[in-house]
């Protein structure tokens, strides 16, 4: 039986494999599911010399690297854009989410972008980004299918609230927290969303450590009046907007603090993919994707 560091590598390597990716050496040390071991001690997996695949799996190492081409174009579309919502006062991040985060796009992939905005504007912020997307004719509209480097505006949190649930602290939304890619902050709303959210520490130390070893905890943030007078709009956004919704909410997730438009959420399909592997290489799934 390998011990449990060597299980923590092999973790890796198995969430990885669930989006079709390979890691290097180092990546895996990164990426480990909790305590880690010696890469070159690990039984069970293959490697070309550069990159390490579960058994039979050789074959995502082109695809990463094909993958990797197409992203280069989509993170400086993302870039672009992403110029567009510097006029909104209440937006304090922008962020690029899913498998662009980890330059592994496929060509027709749309780009998942993040969002962090100050108290009491949630639903104003989102109004005027989707209205600013839409003017710019780069937004993802639902049941779109031809999306490839459109913007899915998929997720608001206010500042006051970057704290996932209890229910949603899993290995999941570790690597969503650690994975996600600033393109511009202000003040300093990245390390907040990371210091609101410790726990994935006790799921990914390595990658924690790599994203906040040349960090501050961040102060206490003050806003000024300009987000004041939006803010007075704010329920009438969110009257406009959850009425627009009505006939088509699907798997949103709407809180106090948050929106979360997911049609598929994938995390059901992630957890049932993990633990197809984890079980051929006899490793319980509650071990890593849950708290222990």
């Not at 007075?232 to 009257?239: D, H, N, T, V």
Request: net charge positive.
């Amino acid at each position: 039986m390998m011990r449990l560091t060597t299980h923590s590598l092999i973790a890796a390597v198995a969430y990885a494999d669930v989006f079709d990716y390979p890691l290097t050496k180092a990546e895996v040390m990164r990426w480990a599911v909790g305590r880690s071991g010696n890469v070159s001690r690990m039984r069970g997996v293959e490697s070309d010399g550069t990159y390490i695949t579960l058994p039979g799996r050789k074959k995502i190492i082109t695809l990463r690297k094909s993958r990797e081409r197409f992203a280069v174009t989509k993170w400086k579309r993302a870039k672009e854009i992403s110029r567009l919502f510097r006029y909104v006062p209440t937006v304090l991040l922008v962020g690029v989410t899913g498998g662009l985060a980890m330059d592994n796009a496929e060509e027709h992939d749309d780009i998942d972008l993040f969002f962090i905005v100050v108290p009491g504007a949630l639903w104003i912020s989102r109004l005027i980004v989707t209205l600013l997307a839409e003017a710019a004719g780069v937004r993802r509209h639902p049941g779109e299918h031809q999306v490839a480097d459109k913007v899915c505006l998929n997720m608001f949190m206010t500042e006051d609230a970057l704290t996932l649930p209890k229910h949603e602290q899993d290995l999941f939304s570790a690597h969503e927290v650690l994975q996600m890619v600033p393109l511009w902050e202000r003040g300093q709303a990245y390390r907040r969303l990371l210091f609101h959210n410790t726990w994935v520490k006790d799921f990914l130390p390595a990658a924690w450590r790599a994203k906040t070893s040349i960090m501050i905890r961040p102060d206490a943030k003050r806003y000024g009046w300009i987000w004041q007078w939006l803010g007075g709009l704010e329920y009438l956004a969110k009257a406009i907007q959850l009425t627009y919704m009505e006939s088509r909410r699907t798997n949103e997730v709407i809180s106090a603090g948050m929106i979360r438009f997911h049609p598929q959420d994938a995390r059901v399909w992630v957890k049932k993919k993990f633990a197809l592997r984890l079980k051929r290489l006899h490793i319980p799934l509650d071990k890593f994707f849950y708290h222990r």
